[in-house]
Protein backbone atom coordinates (compact mmCIF):
# COMPACT_ATOMS: atom_id res chain seq x y z
CA UNK A 1 0.00 0.00 0.00
CA UNK A 2 0.97 3.25 -1.17
CA UNK A 3 3.01 5.09 2.43
CA UNK A 4 3.29 8.61 0.68
CA UNK A 5 1.41 10.07 -2.06
CA UNK A 6 2.29 12.72 -4.17
CA UNK A 7 -0.59 13.10 -6.53
CA UNK A 8 0.69 15.63 -8.54
CA UNK A 9 3.70 14.19 -11.27
CA UNK A 10 4.36 17.51 -13.20
CA UNK A 11 3.39 21.20 -12.93
CA UNK A 12 4.38 23.85 -14.75
CA UNK A 13 4.35 27.10 -13.56
CA UNK A 14 5.55 31.08 -14.77
CA UNK A 15 8.06 32.66 -12.64
CA UNK A 16 6.88 34.66 -9.69
CA UNK A 17 3.50 32.50 -9.62
CA UNK A 18 3.01 30.70 -6.63
CA UNK A 19 2.86 26.74 -5.96
CA UNK A 20 1.93 24.65 -3.78
CA UNK A 21 2.80 20.43 -3.98
CA UNK A 22 0.98 18.08 -2.18
CA UNK A 23 2.51 15.30 0.17
CA UNK A 24 -0.26 12.93 1.58
CA UNK A 25 0.79 10.22 4.31
CA UNK A 26 -0.33 7.04 5.49
CA UNK A 27 0.61 5.52 9.12
CA UNK A 28 -1.31 4.32 12.15
CA UNK A 29 2.15 5.11 14.55
CA UNK A 30 1.43 8.39 16.46
CA UNK A 31 5.22 9.15 16.21
CA UNK A 32 6.54 9.50 12.70
CA UNK A 33 8.67 12.05 10.61
CA UNK A 34 7.90 13.62 7.57
CA UNK A 35 10.24 15.25 5.39
CA UNK A 36 10.69 17.55 1.91
CA UNK A 37 13.72 16.86 -0.34
CA UNK A 38 15.17 18.54 -3.86
CA UNK A 39 16.66 17.01 -6.50
CA UNK A 40 17.94 19.83 -8.61
CA UNK A 41 18.89 18.56 -12.49
CA UNK A 42 22.51 17.83 -10.94
CA UNK A 43 20.99 14.82 -8.97
CA UNK A 44 21.62 15.08 -6.00
CA UNK A 45 19.24 14.96 -3.40
CA UNK A 46 19.08 17.88 -0.80
CA UNK A 47 17.50 17.72 2.34
CA UNK A 48 14.85 20.78 2.99
CA UNK A 49 12.52 19.97 6.55
CA UNK A 50 11.90 17.74 8.78
CA UNK A 51 8.88 17.16 10.92
CA UNK A 52 7.58 14.99 13.53
CA UNK A 53 4.20 14.22 14.48
CA UNK A 54 4.10 15.93 17.55
CA UNK A 55 4.77 19.46 15.95
CA UNK A 56 1.77 20.48 13.97
CA UNK A 57 2.96 24.13 13.40
CA UNK A 58 3.58 25.27 10.07
CA UNK A 59 6.91 26.21 9.24
CA UNK A 60 8.01 29.31 7.08
CA UNK A 61 11.91 29.85 5.76
CA UNK A 62 12.14 32.14 2.96
CA UNK A 63 9.92 31.96 -0.13
CA UNK A 64 9.25 28.31 1.51
CA UNK A 65 5.86 27.68 3.99
CA UNK A 66 5.46 23.96 4.83
CA UNK A 67 1.24 23.10 6.31
CA UNK A 68 0.83 20.18 8.59
CA UNK A 69 -2.35 18.77 8.73
CA UNK A 70 -2.58 15.84 10.87
CA UNK A 71 -6.30 15.88 10.29
CA UNK A 72 -6.02 15.49 6.44
CA UNK A 73 -2.64 13.24 6.92
CA UNK A 74 -1.07 15.71 4.33
CA UNK A 75 2.00 17.71 4.76
CA UNK A 76 2.38 20.37 1.81
CA UNK A 77 4.66 22.40 0.35
CA UNK A 78 4.11 26.38 -1.24
CA UNK A 79 6.98 28.07 -2.95
CA UNK A 80 6.16 31.44 -3.19
CA UNK A 81 7.49 33.78 -6.23
CA UNK A 82 8.78 31.11 -7.85
CA UNK A 83 12.24 31.30 -9.45
CA UNK A 84 14.19 29.20 -12.21
CA UNK A 85 16.41 28.00 -9.50
CA UNK A 86 12.95 26.47 -7.93
CA UNK A 87 12.94 23.54 -10.69
CA UNK A 88 13.85 20.29 -9.54
CA UNK A 89 11.70 17.25 -8.91
CA UNK A 90 10.65 17.58 -5.01
CA UNK A 91 10.01 14.18 -2.69
CA UNK A 92 8.08 13.73 0.13
CA UNK A 93 9.07 10.95 2.52
CA UNK A 94 7.79 9.82 5.79
CA UNK A 95 9.82 7.95 8.68
CA UNK A 96 7.91 5.65 11.73
CA UNK A 97 8.93 2.88 12.83
CA UNK A 98 12.48 1.88 12.35
CA UNK A 99 14.91 3.26 10.09
CA UNK A 100 13.05 2.69 6.84
CA UNK A 101 11.90 5.87 4.68
CA UNK A 102 9.02 6.23 2.55
CA UNK A 103 9.03 8.24 -0.56
CA UNK A 104 6.52 9.10 -2.46
CA UNK A 105 7.06 8.91 -6.01
CA UNK A 106 8.31 13.29 -6.66
CA UNK A 107 5.98 15.92 -8.29
CA UNK A 108 8.41 17.60 -11.33
CA UNK A 109 8.62 21.52 -10.77
CA UNK A 110 9.52 23.40 -13.56
CA UNK A 111 9.18 27.04 -13.24
CA UNK A 112 9.01 28.75 -16.58
CA UNK A 113 10.99 32.30 -16.91
CA UNK B 1 30.82 19.33 5.26
CA UNK B 2 29.29 16.67 5.86
CA UNK B 3 30.01 14.18 2.51
CA UNK B 4 28.61 10.85 0.97
CA UNK B 5 30.62 9.43 -2.20
CA UNK B 6 29.78 6.96 -4.56
CA UNK B 7 31.87 5.20 -6.68
CA UNK B 8 31.04 6.50 -10.13
CA UNK B 9 28.37 8.91 -11.33
CA UNK B 10 27.98 6.30 -14.68
CA UNK B 11 28.92 2.89 -15.44
CA UNK B 12 28.03 0.68 -18.29
CA UNK B 13 27.86 -3.26 -17.54
CA UNK B 14 26.89 -5.89 -19.66
CA UNK B 15 24.50 -8.31 -18.91
CA UNK B 16 25.47 -11.27 -16.78
CA UNK B 17 28.32 -9.04 -15.31
CA UNK B 18 29.08 -8.54 -11.44
CA UNK B 19 28.83 -5.20 -10.29
CA UNK B 20 30.34 -3.27 -6.70
CA UNK B 21 28.89 0.40 -6.15
CA UNK B 22 30.63 1.79 -3.42
CA UNK B 23 29.53 4.20 -1.13
CA UNK B 24 31.56 5.99 1.39
CA UNK B 25 30.49 8.47 4.27
CA UNK B 26 32.51 10.51 6.49
CA UNK B 27 29.90 11.34 9.19
CA UNK B 28 30.38 8.48 11.39
CA UNK B 29 26.51 7.34 10.64
CA UNK B 30 25.34 3.98 11.52
CA UNK B 31 22.54 3.61 8.45
CA UNK B 32 23.28 3.41 5.76
CA UNK B 33 20.86 2.81 2.50
CA UNK B 34 21.07 2.20 -0.88
CA UNK B 35 17.95 3.21 -3.06
CA UNK B 36 16.85 2.77 -6.69
CA UNK B 37 15.17 5.77 -8.82
CA UNK B 38 13.05 5.30 -11.50
CA UNK B 39 10.99 7.46 -13.54
CA UNK B 40 7.35 7.11 -12.03
CA UNK B 41 7.95 5.34 -9.00
CA UNK B 42 10.21 7.62 -6.79
CA UNK B 43 12.82 6.32 -4.39
CA UNK B 44 12.83 2.46 -3.89
CA UNK B 45 14.71 0.79 -0.70
CA UNK B 46 17.02 -1.66 -1.74
CA UNK B 47 18.37 -2.99 1.55
CA UNK B 48 19.91 -0.73 4.48
CA UNK B 49 22.78 -1.37 7.18
CA UNK B 50 22.14 -0.35 10.95
CA UNK B 51 25.49 -1.25 11.73
CA UNK B 52 28.87 -2.86 10.38
CA UNK B 53 28.15 -6.11 9.08
CA UNK B 54 24.72 -5.80 9.83
CA UNK B 55 21.61 -5.58 7.31
CA UNK B 56 18.30 -5.46 6.37
CA UNK B 57 16.65 -6.09 3.20
CA UNK B 58 14.52 -3.35 2.04
CA UNK B 59 11.22 -3.19 -0.44
CA UNK B 60 12.96 -4.26 -3.46
CA UNK B 61 16.10 -6.79 -2.64
CA UNK B 62 16.01 -9.06 -5.06
CA UNK B 63 19.09 -9.24 -7.22
CA UNK B 64 21.07 -7.61 -5.22
CA UNK B 65 23.33 -7.99 -2.32
CA UNK B 66 25.00 -5.61 0.13
CA UNK B 67 28.35 -5.62 2.41
CA UNK B 68 29.39 -3.77 5.25
CA UNK B 69 32.68 -4.38 6.52
CA UNK B 70 33.38 -0.58 7.61
CA UNK B 71 30.87 1.80 8.93
CA UNK B 72 32.04 3.97 6.39
CA UNK B 73 31.62 2.06 3.31
CA UNK B 74 28.50 0.44 2.64
CA UNK B 75 28.66 -1.43 -1.22
CA UNK B 76 25.48 -2.73 -3.20
CA UNK B 77 26.21 -5.92 -5.57
CA UNK B 78 24.62 -6.63 -8.68
CA UNK B 79 25.76 -10.71 -8.73
CA UNK B 80 24.74 -10.52 -12.63
CA UNK B 81 23.31 -7.84 -13.63
CA UNK B 82 20.62 -7.00 -15.65
CA UNK B 83 18.93 -5.00 -18.49
CA UNK B 84 15.98 -4.65 -15.62
CA UNK B 85 18.39 -3.25 -13.46
CA UNK B 86 19.20 -0.38 -15.17
CA UNK B 87 18.66 2.65 -12.90
CA UNK B 88 20.05 5.39 -11.07
CA UNK B 89 21.40 3.89 -7.44
CA UNK B 90 21.24 6.30 -4.33
CA UNK B 91 23.22 6.08 -1.03
CA UNK B 92 22.26 7.80 1.45
CA UNK B 93 23.65 7.96 5.47
CA UNK B 94 21.76 9.21 8.31
CA UNK B 95 22.34 10.18 12.28
CA UNK B 96 19.40 8.05 14.43
CA UNK B 97 18.49 11.56 15.11
CA UNK B 98 16.81 14.24 13.97
CA UNK B 99 16.83 11.62 11.02
CA UNK B 100 18.10 13.52 8.38
CA UNK B 101 19.24 11.70 5.17
CA UNK B 102 22.58 12.84 3.37
CA UNK B 103 22.42 11.80 -0.12
CA UNK B 104 25.00 10.63 -2.22
CA UNK B 105 25.13 11.88 -6.46
CA UNK B 106 23.97 9.27 -7.23
CA UNK B 107 25.43 6.23 -9.70
CA UNK B 108 23.43 5.69 -13.56
CA UNK B 109 24.12 2.04 -13.99
CA UNK B 110 23.08 0.97 -17.59
CA UNK B 111 23.02 -2.87 -18.14
CA UNK B 112 23.19 -3.43 -21.80
Known amino acids: AQKVTQAQTEISVVEKEDVTLDCVYE???????LFWYKQPPSGELVFLIR??????QNEISGRYSWNFQKSTSSFNFTITASQVVDSAVYFC??????????FGTGTSLTVIP | DVKVTQSSRYLVKRTGEKVFLECVQD?????MFWYRQDPGLGLRLIYF???????EKGDIPEGYSVSREKKERFSLILESASTNQTSMYLC???????????FGPGTRLTVT
Open chain 1, 51 to 56: RNSFDE
Open chain 2, 92 to 102: ASIRDSPYEQY
Open chain 1, 93 to 102: ALKYTGNQFY
Open chain 2, 49 to 55: SYDVKMK
Open chain 2, 27 to 31: MDHEN
Open chain 1, 27 to 33: TRDTTYY
